[in-house]
């Protein structure tokens, strides 16, 4: 039976790969400004703050292309002293959700879409800490959407993980599937086989669509977009196209969905 791919068996990657896992912020910390210069063919990470009444800090991180201008970094603590936003404007990136692992209603008012590696400390984490009470926060108002960006030259495991969640996938295991790989450290074959045979799916199918690498090419698809998107570090979140970097906590996604639920974000 073949082997997983290697990175040299797979499909060229791009030239550039993401290679950053930022850590879980617990609490945002108020960092000093920092003025940095971007061309346009860099992604941008920009800290929005917003002010609720009684100077309740909302902050989250957005990503957008900068025309040439320098433009501020900013980090603020959530309850803190209130920051003057350094963009008037928030960019909102057009990512597509049709097609690709979900979970929740369709006509959901708020699509997030996750760029996740199965390896990544980070991704898990946020998975375990935040993942399930954001859900549990809107009933029937989020569509979360999973699309695959392994960081093969730091996490060897992470590009066959993918493989093998979508190979879960066929037999409407996908999500089960994804929250036993998130559940421990431990990736491998034989994993990803105890998985499939606890979760009962058909094992000959399974290890077939593993072994012909069925879904090598949709998985270089999403890791391509993301790093020609811009997008270098792992977890990166989308709400309804507002990048949201980093294993940020559950308040961080609840002040901005409920900014957006409320139109209050352009």
């Known amino acids: ?9 797979r499909t060229k990657k791009v030239e550039e790969e993401p290679i950053i896992e930022p850590e879980f912020i617990e609490e945002p910390v108020i960092e000093p400004v920092e003025t940095v210069t971007f061309k346009r063919s860099h992604f941008y990470s920009v800290l929005t703050v ?9 902050g989250y991180v957005v990503w957008g292309f900068d ?44 699509t997030i879409v996750e760029f ?9 984490r946020w998975h375990e800490q935040v993942y399930q ?8 108002k989020i569509k979360l959407v999973y699309r695959q960006l392994p960081l093969t030259s730091i996490h060897p495991d992470a ?24 559940s421990n450290d431990t990736l491998g074959k034989d994993v ?14 399974f290890e077939s669509c593993i072994a012909d690498h069925k879904y090598l090419d949709a998985v270089q698809s999403d890791l391509d977009f993301a790093v020609n998107l811009g997008v270098r570090s792992t977890p990166t979140f989308f709400i309804n196209g507002l990048a949201i970097v980093g294993a940020q ?5 609840k002040q901005v969905i409920d900014k957006e639920l409320a139109g209050e974000i352009p």
């Open 1 to 9: 039976m073949p082997s997983m791919p290697t990175k040299s068996t």
């Open 50 to 58: 917003f002010a609720f009444a009684a100077g309740v800090l909302l």
């Open 67 to 110: 025309s040439g201008k320098e433009i501020p970094v900013v980090s603020a603590q959530a309850g803190g002293p209130v920051v003057e936003a350094p963009v008037t404007t928030v960019p909102r990136y057009d990512v597509a959700s049709e097609g690709f692992p979900s979970i929740g209603p369709e006509d959901a008012p708020i």
């Open 116 to 124: 996740s590696d199965y390896q990544c400390p980070f991704c898990r």
């Open 133 to 140: 009470p954001l859900l549990n926060a809107y009933p029937g």
């Open 159 to 182: 590009f066959p993980a993918a493989e093998a969640a979508m190979c879960a996938g066929d037999q409407n295991a996908y999500w089960p599937f994804h929250d036993k790989l998130f």
């Open 192 to 205: 990803y086989v105890q998985y499939a045979e606890e979760l009962n799916l058909d094992m000959t199918a």
């Open 249 to 253: 906590p559950l308040d961080v996604f």
